[in-house]
């Protein structure tokens, strides 16, 4: 059985929040909860991916 989502897709997920968060703070002014959001977000959403990917590389053996 086929995850519903592959964790390919979330860690580009993961890693388009942590550019945007450096692209935003770059052009724009951004609160340091704003920014620490992003960069929480993306880092929590990698380490997800991180998870599903050992949990399916588990469930194949």
């Known amino acids: 059985m086929k995850p519903v989502i592959a964790y390919k897709y ?3 997920i993961g890693l388009l929040l ?11 002014v951004l609160p340091d909860f704003a920014d620490g ?3 929480g977000t993306g880092i929590g959403v990698l380490l ?10 588990q469930s194949n053996n």
């Open 10 to 12: 979330i860690v580009a």
């Open 18 to 28: 942590l550019s945007a968060s450096l692209v935003l703070k770059h052009y724009f």
């Open 37 to 39: 959001f992003l960069k």
């Open 48 to 57: 997800l991916a991180l998870v599903k990917k050992q949990r399916v590389k």
